[in-house]
C-alpha cells in the first residue's frame, strides 16, 4: 500500500511541477487524437474493441501493481504487439481517418461550372424524378461526387455519361431493366455510370426498417464526401445520406435547398449545417403523421 501510495505522490508531483510549454501541446495534441480516435469509432463495432482494449490496459497496471507476474507477462505480450492488433481490428476506421485526412489536404480543383439556367434545369428535374420515383414507390440510390472521386465505384457499374434528365433517370430505376439494381452516380451536369455496387455502411444505429438501399447510401458517404439521395421502394420515403448521416422525409423545398448547395455557383450552402434543419422538418413531419393517425 506504501508503494502504490509513493508511486500516486510521485505522479502528481511530476504533473504539477515538470510540465512546460512544449510538455502541455503534446498532452492536448494526444488528447485531441484520442478525441478524434473516439469520435472515429461511435457507433461502429470499433467502439467495443476499443473498450475491450481499454480494460486489457487497466488489467495489465493492476497485475503490474498486485506482482502477478505471470498475468503481467502474458497481456505485455498481447500490449507489445499492439500496433499490429490495432492495424488488423480498426481497418476500416483507420481507412476512414485517412481518407478523411486526404480530402482535408487536397488541393481543390476548379468544378466544371454549370450555368444559372443548366443548373435550375438539373434541380428541377431531378426532384421530378425523385418525387415520381417516390409516389410510384420504385425504389432508387443516386450518388453525387464531390471532391472524392469515385472512380472505383464507377467503373464496377455500366458507364452511360449523359445529360441529367428525369426520363433517363426514371428509366434506369424502373423494375426489371437491366440497369435498376445498383446505384446511379453523377458528376456535375452528367450521369457518368449506372448498376454500381456500393459498400454497406457498418454502423450500428441504422434503424431495422432501413434495407440495403440505405445502408449502401449510408455506406458511401462514410467513406466519401459524396451526397445521396434514396427512394424507399417499400415507402416511398425519400432520404439523403450525407457525411455518414442519414435523413429521411425529405419534401421538395428540402431537395431543393440541397441541390441548390450542390449546384449553385454564386451561392454555396453548408450541408452539414442544413442537416439540422432536415431533422426538424423530419420531426415535424413525423408528428404530424401520428397526429392524422390518432384522428
Known amino acids: ?49 476499443l473498450k475491450g482494449l481499454a480494460m486489457l490496459l487497466v488489467i495489465v497496471g493492476i497485475s503490474n501493481l498486485f506482482g502477478l507476474t505471470a498475468l503481467n507477462w502474458l497481456l505485455m505480450s498481447v500490449v507489445n504487439n499492439g500496433a499490429l492488433v490495432l492495424v488488423i481490428l480498426f481497418q476500416p476506421e483507420l481507412r476512414k481517418a485517412l481518407e478523411q485526412i486526404g480530402r482535408g489536404a487536397r488541393i481543390e480543383t476548379k468544378r466544371r461550372d454549370t450555368d444559372k439556367d443548366e443548373a435550375t434545369r438539373i434541380i428541377d428535374e431531378i426532384i421530378r424524378c425523385l418525387q415520381d420515383l417516390s409516389r410510384r414507390h420504385v425504389g432508387a440510390l443516386i450518388v453525387f461526387e464531390q471532391k472524392t472521386g469515385l472512380q472505383d465505384i464507377i467503373e464496377n457499374g455500366i458507364g452511360i455519361d449523359a445529360r441529367i434528365t428525369s426520363g433517363l433517370l426514371e428509366n434506369i430505376f424502373e423494375p426489371n431493366t437491366p440497369l435498376h439494381d445498383g446505384a446511379v452516380v453523377v458528376r456535375g451536369d452528367r450521369v457518368i455510370a449506372a448498376a454500381c455496387l456500393l459498400r454497406l455502411s457498418d454502423t450500428t444505429g441504422v434503424g431495422r426498417d432501413l434495407g440495403t438501399r440505405h445502408r449502401a447510401g449510408l455506406g458511401v458517404s462514410e467513406i466519401s464526401d459524396a451526397t445521396v439521395f434514396i427512394v424507399s421502394e417499400e415507402t416511398g420515403i425519400i432520404s439523403m445520406a450525407e457525411g455518414g448521416r442519414l435523413v429521411r422525409h425529405l419534401d421538395e423545398a428540402s431537395l431543393r435547398q440541397v441541390l441548390h448547395g450542390l449546384y449553385d455557383t454564386d451561392q454555396e450552402r453548408d450541408l452539414r449545417a442544413s442537416l439540422l434543419h432536415f431533422k426538424q422538418r423530419r420531426k415535424g413531419a413525423h408528428d404530424e403523421q401520428q397526429t392524422d393517425k390518432k384522428a
Request: aromatic share 10%; glycine share 4%; proline share 2%.
Open 1 to 49: 500500500m506504501t508503494t502504490f501510495l509513493q508511486t500516486l505522490e510521485t505522479f502528481f508531483w511530476n504533473v504539477l511541477n515538470r510540465p512546460g510549454l512544449s510538455d502541455i501541446a503534446d498532452i492536448l495534441i494526444v488528447a485531441i487524437i484520442i478525441y478524434e480516435l473516439l469520435m472515429l469509432t461511435r457507433d461502429t463495432r470499433g467502439s467495443a474493441v
